[in-house]
């Protein structure tokens, strides 16, 4: 087996979280990434948490984040310095930078080199020079606004996962750069904001306003989910409708299942708090492994909410898996995380830990390697998209998968949405409780499973074939256009695609060179593989809950479902890393991609600080370890938020200044960041008496004016208003046939030589069906005509 990027240099010239996280990744794949740091190191290799034994790496988050990668020491502030980085450059692939760096310098040192660009806001627009944070980029995303309890502060969530999911971003941008190099023959330029990366990450919300003008009350999610407490810890239930009468029977609750209270969905929408205490009264003695098993066997969405412990020796669902790996460090062996995806020929391959600051400076950089292949010809680029000439098929469904697809559309790919009249995507919510903030103008019309908000937010760019593959000649006609596709995508749990005849197996049998990825909740193998998931079981079972909560209660999930998205950049990223490998030898190859395991490297410092200090983490509302106060606090209106973040000593005097209380600048309880964190709670009241005299966005522009992190905590209609994001063109207006015109989010990745663009609305079922079974298929109009006459090809959903 190799490694899918060994024939890449990197120099990683980041001091962010994404940068770093994007740039281990490439080392993940093999890729010889060097990290090059100021003389006093990397500002990440300061930030907590720290190893509490005081051995090995000075701070957790800098080994998680730099595995496999060299370190070299350069000062950049000095002539040397700058021009030994210039005379590195010449010698490697990508260079991920931060806005300190000369990015066109970098380019005329060597043309064929991407550089990529990685920031909190972008090198321009109103929120420039604006400092971000994980709470900071959940509160403008309008994704901390729908998290916790509507009689509370807003909870921004846990750890830096908006700075993970965009290195992620970085990972996936770089690669299509480098992909399209193959072909251009010349590096380019690449950028992505945090901050944009982080909005793009929640869209439905804001498509629903878009189309109705509805947003639904801040607070913690309802129907159809719900977290109940066992007698050993928590467990979390998604009851689709049809699973009713299967949840009754696991819950225990068979007499309610004809209740008019809960018999029908929309009434048991309606008394869904009733409902979730009647469930608790029945399973408050079960173990939490009892109850889930009930739950699975009924094949129910559900997950216990596990701790990072757990997580680490009490899942035999991991152990199976053999999730857990080691990595040698000069104070021996250390536990790191598993791969965030398994390929099967090109598997991750962490070749040491975290490296010493300038441990890597004897051994200098070989100058004279130029990259790229200068004797070709460079051939034009004749279509959108580094992706260009690429055919994904995309069976999947919902979130994850479809976000996946719509990644790779927007890159260029062309991607077909495989759907059936038996089976359409669940997000065109067929035969689901109708609700009008999903619909346009909030009507559903005559055909709602084209007009609604869900479905659309995902599918732009797609072309739509519905083709029922259970029937034999609707599989041979997917075989025939299979036999032309380049890639494979889905999201069921694990086998279905292969009982449906379409699975790595079947496929490369077509195609030799066909990449396959399926993206199950828990994997292929061990005893959860069978599991049905969503994003916010997933969130539980990756132990991000455990962290998400307000002290002294209850684990909660975000409200968005954030490992959705997570999942359809992880399942991106999957298929770009297969992508460079069969690029360069060929090789197609099968992509297992285990969405809770991918997002468990979202929290990883967490969870190698808990196993480290052998204690699971206590639920602390929004506080964090390296700011005090960090909360959210009322603003102007009603049910209105600003979050701020007050980091070291100084921001807090100017803080006190700004609110005019500059005793509590000298007070004994809040003069040092120690003591003020120690007595944080004490400051929510006078910083509340301040902050509800203004409007939030008014506090915010303030604060951040002075240096001070803030934001208002955006509702959807915020977002739809930023004018950080229309500044950044954050929002493509689309013509839908059926939900007619609309601004739609775009996706963040900027390519100067081939950029991506989101240039057409999601397609109505089977829209495209003739175009692609004649053109691309091969199938003649008899046949096709056929197929229509015995139902194959319906475009109406089966009643």
Known sequence: MSAALADFRILDLSDSIAGQFGCRMMADFGAEVTLVEPPSGSPIRHMPPFDPSGEGAASLLFFHLNLGKRSIVLDRNTEAGRARLLDLVKSVDAVVVGLDADRDALRRANPQCVVTLVSDFGDDGPYRHWRGSEMIFQALSGMMYVNGSGDREP??????????????????????????????????????????????????????????????PRGERRSPFMVVRCRDGFVSIWVHLHVWPGFCKAAGIGELEHDPRFAKGKERQDNWTALTAAVQER??????????????????????AYTPRQLWNGTPHLIERNYWQSVATPSGPRPILGPPFRLSRTPRDVRNGAPRLGEHDAQAVDAARRPGAANEQAAPMTSRGPLAGLR???????????????????LGAEVIKVESASRPDTWRMHNAVLQAKRYPGGEPGERPYNRVALFNSQNHNKLGLSLDIKHSKGLAAMHRLAATADVAICNFTAGT???????????????????????????????????AANGATMEMAAGMCAMIGYAGGAPTTTGQVYPDPIGGYNGAAAVMTALMHRQATGEGQYIELSQVEAAMQFIGEELLYAIAAEKDPELHGNRVRWAAPHDAYPAEGNDEWVAIAI??????????????????????????????????????????????QHAKATIADALQAQGIRAAPVNAPRDVTES??????????????PDAGTHPYMTLPFRLSLTPGSQHRASPCLGADTRKVLLDLAGLTVDELDELDREGVTCNVPAA
């Open 155 to 216: 909870l921004y969530g846990v750890g830096h996962r908006a700075q993970y999911a965009a290195g992620v971003g970085v990972y996936i941008a770089t690669l299509a750069a480098l992909y399209a190099r193959k072909v251009t023959l010349q590096g380019q330029q690449v950028a992505l904001d945090v901050a944009m990366n982080t909005s793009s990450m929640a869209p439905p919300a804001t498509v629903e306003y878009a189309y109705s003008k509805m947003q639904d």
């Open 497 to 531: 695609l292969a009982r449906m005849g379409v699975g790595y197996e079947a496929l490369k049998k077509i195609k030799s060179d066909i990449i396959v990825l399926e993206m199950p909740g828990f994997g292929n193998t061990g005893p959860l593989s069978k599991a």
């Open 647 to 692: 980091g070291d000593d100084e921001e807090w005097r100017r803080f006190c200044t700004i609110i005019d209380r500059p005793e509590l600048a000298g007070d004994a309880r809040f003069s040092t960041f120690k003591a003020r964190w120690e007595h944080q709670e004490l400051l929510r009241e006078p910083i509340s008496q301040w902050s509800r």
């Open 283 to 304: 399973v408050a003695d079960l173990s939490g492994d009892e109850f889930l098993d009930r739950l699975l066997k009924e094949r129910i969405a559900a997950a216990k």
């Open 392 to 410: 994904v098929l995309d069976f999947t469904t919902a979130w994850a998968g479809p976000m996946t697809g719509r990644i790779l559309a927007f």
């Open 723 to 736: 004018p950080y994001l229309a500044a950044r063109e954050a929002f493509v207006t689309l013509t839908h």
